[in-house]
């Protein structure tokens, strides 16, 4: 038989049983369907995530007070006892490494901001001068935290867009004075708008000086320091003057912990991965089922044609030809599911990504290759008993019905 | 010799019983020849047109087509042969009713893998036999039986068969279709094509040259030799 005739056999055979086909494409597309879309979703998470962490800056390493002893211990360990507090001191210290370029010791916290009785609670976080250079920060207008931040608790604050917003409104508020806690601080910056970044919304925060921080906290110790190595490749370096340097000043004994952005960054990812993968193959298992519905109905279909069979015999059709027909038509049916089924995704990805518009969701390749072929395996695998059972058909039982 | 079975046997299994359809049949058919095969319902004519159209296997003797051994070919190779040699006309037609007229009549030629263009023309002069050019993108359900008929006459020799087997090919049909059936299959055998028919219905029973009369699956009587056995 040729190629082009059994193509045009199968399209009449489907397009004669119209409710048949339809359902069994429905089936199939609604399987590729939720693959596309939900490993869109998980691509998009992951993406989002990653996203979060690179506008952190790539050179970054965070150092915590306390030290996790064992590697995926209980929370008690990472959060418990931390003997001795990270200090201003200790964040210069660090300067001493020729490895690293920045350091940015870091207080944060949150406190009411109040302006000309308007009043609302911000996310107060103390830095230094440095920091700007640590973490990707744009300032829209005026400037950002003076050199001396580190060292006197100047009395000067940068300002997120969406608090200048609330508490200023349209008015100018460069060079205007604002409350927090019980600390008075000159507006001296207004910071651009970027929403979120490292899981912080810089549009709610006030930004003031470290030692400001400290008093208006009423604590000497810092929440955490952040460090930016030269270049990417003294990190790990860097990450051991870290670890020797306060080792030293901590009466020798190493009560911190150093992780890297790349090390949060590829857990998140590995995450991330795991849930899109998961969620993937949840998606798979209703392909599966597809595959059950189109074994079926191909089933019923080689009943229903007993007797076309059987004159297929008649005609002297040898029992492969007849197997390669019916598994043909299962076949054509999953890659045309297949096909309807991207598009339906790509459709329903797309919805998704208007009402979400923060994050983008994309489609992973892997994800649209992987449906395709494991809807036309379904096609094969399923498609093989039915079209077995066909050429097997005795022809005489088949024509007479005997 | 065309058609040679020897000692031929088909029985079947029914419950307990063992139904013996063919009971040691031994038969000669030439080319060309025209036959009819009557006989009461359970004589066995159906299961001996089935045995020499390929479609079933004998249990016991042994079938010579064309002096060739068929009875132990494979069933690839059986298909062949039905494919090449052999053309069948069933009483309930057997269209496909999703294909129209031309394209039921172009199926076999399909199947083989004929080129497209012989295959037009071949089917086009299948057509203008069987007078059913105006009929040509009509599918079955439009048809009429007689029409329905001729379409699958047309199917059965547009492979150009040297034997056509027919059960009861008018038995749907009324005395007037039925005729033009009868009367385009002996154009057929005029032709050359060996003819062979069960059929019920004695008066056309009467019209082949060789008469075979079937009974508890043996040859009861054949014209041929008029030997009552």
């Excluded at chain 1, 489609?363 to 399923?382: C, D, E, K, Q, R």
């Excluded at chain 2, 005729?179 to 003819?195: A, C, F, P, S």
């Amino acid at each position: 038989m040729r190629s082009t005739d059994v193509i045009n056999f199968t399209w009449r055979s489907l397009a004669f049983a119209r409710v048949r086909t339809a359902l069994m494409l429905l089936a199939m597309s609604i399987g590729v369907a939720s693959v596309i879309v939900l490993s869109a979703l998980g691509e998009g998470a992951r993406m989002y995530v990653v996203d979060q962490f690179s506008s952190l800056g790539t050179n970054m390493l965070i150092v915590l007070p306390g030290r996790t002893e064992t590697v995926g211990g209980s929370p008690a360990n990472f959060l418990g006892e931390t003997p001795r507090d990270l200090t201003i001191d200790d964040a210069n210290a660090l300067y001493r490494s020729p490895h690293i370029k920045h350091v940015a010791p870091v207080v944060v916290g949150a406190a009411p901001v109040s302006h000309n009785g308007l009043e609302r609670e911000a996310v107060v976080f103390g830095s230094s001068y440095e920091a700007q250079f640590v973490i990707e920060t744009n300032v829209s207008r005026g400037k950002y935290l003076p050199k001396t931040s580190n060292r006197s608790a100047t009395p000067v604050c940068i300002i997120g867009a969406t608090i200048k917003q609330e508490l200023f409104k349209n008015k100018n508020a460069l060079g205007e004075w604002l409350r927090i806690g019980d600390r008075r601080f000159r507006v001296i910056g207004i910071l651009s708008n970027q929403g979120m970044s490292g899981g912080m919304d810089v549009d709610e925060t006030v930004v003031i000086p470290v030692v400001s921080a400290q008093a208006v906290f009423n604590s000497p110790s810092l929440f955490r320091i952040l460090v930016s190595a030269s270049n990417r490749d003294v990190l790990d370096k860097a990450k051991q003057d870290i670890l020797r340097i306060i080792k030293q000043r901590h009466q020798n004994e190493e009560d911190i912990t150093v992780i890297s952005q790349d090390a949060i960054l590829s857990t998140f990812d590995r995450i991330l991965k795991t849930l899109t993968l998961s969620v993937a193959g949840i998606a798979a298992i209703s392909l599966a089922v597809a595959g059950v519905l189109i074994m079926n109905v191909m089933l019923i279909a080689v009943s229903q044609r007993t007797t076309e069979i059987g004159l297929f015999k008649a005609l002297g059709s040898p029992p492969k030809q007849i197997q390669m027909i019916f598994l043909f038509e299962a076949i054509f049916l999953s890659l045309l599911g297949a096909i309807l089924g991207l598009i339906l995704g790509y459709v329903g990805t797309y919805f998704i990504s208007g009402l979400f518009e923060e994050i983008q969701f994309s489609t992973p390749w892997w994800a649209n290759l992987s449906a395709v072929i494991v809807a036309s395996l379904t096609g094969i695998v399923f498609g093989i008993l039915p079209a077995k059972r066909a050429a097997k058909l005795d022809p005489v039982i088949a024509l007479y019905g005997r | 010799m065309q058609i040679t079975l020897k000692a031929v046997s088909r029985f079947y299994q029914v419950g307990e019983q063992t139904v013996h359809a063919l009971d040691n049949v031994d038969l000669e058919i030439n080319a060309g020849d025209y036959i009819s095969i009557m006989g009461p319902s359970g004589s066995g004519k159906s299961s001996l047109l089935n045995i020499v159209g390929l479609l079933d296997r004998p249990n016991s003797g042994n079938y010579f087509f064309e002096d060739k051994n068929v009875t132990s070919l494979s069933e690839k190779q059986q298909a062949e042969v039905r494919q090449q040699k052999v053309g069948f006309v069933f009483q309930s037609f057997h269209l496909i009713p999703r294909l129209t007229a031309y394209q039921n009549i172009e199926l076999p030629m399909l199947l083989s893998g004929i080129h497209p263009g012989e295959r037009k023309q071949r089917v086009q002069a299948a057509l203008a036999n069987t007078d059913l050019e105006d009929r040509a993108n009509h599918r079955p359900e439009q048809l009429s039986g007689g029409q329905r008929q001729r379409v699958a006459i047309a199917r059965s020799t547009i492979m150009q068969p040297q034997i056509l087997l027919a059960d009861e090919p008018t038995g749907n049909l009324d005395r007037k279709s039925g005729n033009d059936v009868i009367e385009l299959l002996e154009r057929l055998n005029n032709n050359g094509i060996t003819l062979i028919i069960v059929t019920h219905d004695p008066n056309l029973g009467k019209r082949a040259r060789r008469k075979i009369r079937m009974e508890d699956g043996k040859v009861f009587t054949d014209s041929l030799n008029s030997v009552k056995t």
